[in-house]
T-cell receptor, first 112, second 110 residues
Framework: ETGVTQSPTHLIKTRGQQVTLRCSSQ?????VSWYQQALGQGPQFIFQ???????GRGNFPPRFSGLQFPNYSSELNVNALELDDSALYLC???????????FGEGSRLTVL | QKEVEQNSGPLSVPEGAIASLNCTYS??????FFWYRQYSGKSPELIMS????GDKEDGRFTAQLNKASQYVSLLIRDSQPSDSATYLC??????????FGAGTILRVKS
């Protein structure tokens, strides 16, 4: 139990649609990051938020965007979905000093 | 060259044996190193972190770090069938993100 919760757990979208994934992070952890994990691959860093500001971004196009709210919950938005966006999307909160990341259960997105 | 490399496996070991999982990384400035376990269909679970050269033990798990060789390993003693999973090596080199390897599949046979 990491204290990180994500919703929805599974969803199916069609190409061109938009999706919003949600994350509630562990109390006291003010840094949240999002990762994409394709089948058979390790998680890939999408971006990170600290105190509601994006402070790091991986090699993902602008149609991947996010928000962090004052209560440290977070959203990942993906516009103009493509088939290759099908993956497990992981939200993680970070321990303040150790750098350890604790993942939620993930949202599995299927794009048809 | 990939930033973090792992043998994809599967690595098969008999129950009770020692499983040895290896990982190499390319960024010599990397500071923090992590091992995650991921069961099929589940999210990664942190099992070990290591920050300085040498060994770090936690129960049946030992993480080993050699920064000069850019090498980190995970030993699992007395392997159990419940240890069967994918093990992900992750490296933090810029404070913002973890870079993951593709993972090694471990199968423990009873």
């Amino acid at each position: 139990e990491t204290g990180v919760t994500q919703s929805p757990t599974h969803l199916i979208k069609t190409r061109g649609q938009q999706v919003t994934l949600r994350c509630s992070s562990q109390s006291g952890h003010n840094t949240v990051s999002w990762y994409q994990q394709a089948l058979g691959q390790g998680p890939q860093f999408i971006f990170q938020y600290y105190r509601e500001e994006e402070n790091g971004r991986g090699n993902f196009p602008p149609r991947f965007s996010g928000l962090q709210f004052p209560n440290y919950s977070s959203e990942l938005n993906v516009n103009a979905l493509e088939l290759d966006d099908s993956a497990l999307y992981l939200c993680a909160s970070r321990g303040s000093f150790t750098g350890e990341l604790f993942f939620g259960e993930g949202s599995r997105l299927t794009v048809l | 060259q990939k930033e973090v490399e792992q043998n994809s496996g599967p690595l098969s070991v008999p129950e009770g044996a020692i499983a040895s999982l290896n990982c190499t990384y390319s960024d010599r400035g990397s500071q923090s190193f992590f091992w995650y376990r991921q069961y099929s269909g589940k999210s990664p679970e942190l099992i070990m972190s290591i920050y300085s050269n040498g060994d770090k033990e936690d129960g049946r798990f030992t993480a080993q770090l050699n920064k000069a060789s850019q090498y980190v390993s995970l030993l699992i003693r007395d392997s159990q069938p419940s240890d069967s999973a994918t093990y992900l090596c992750a490296v933090n080199n810029d404070g913002n993100k973890l870079v993951f390897g593709a993972g090694t599949i471990l199968r423990v046979k009873s």
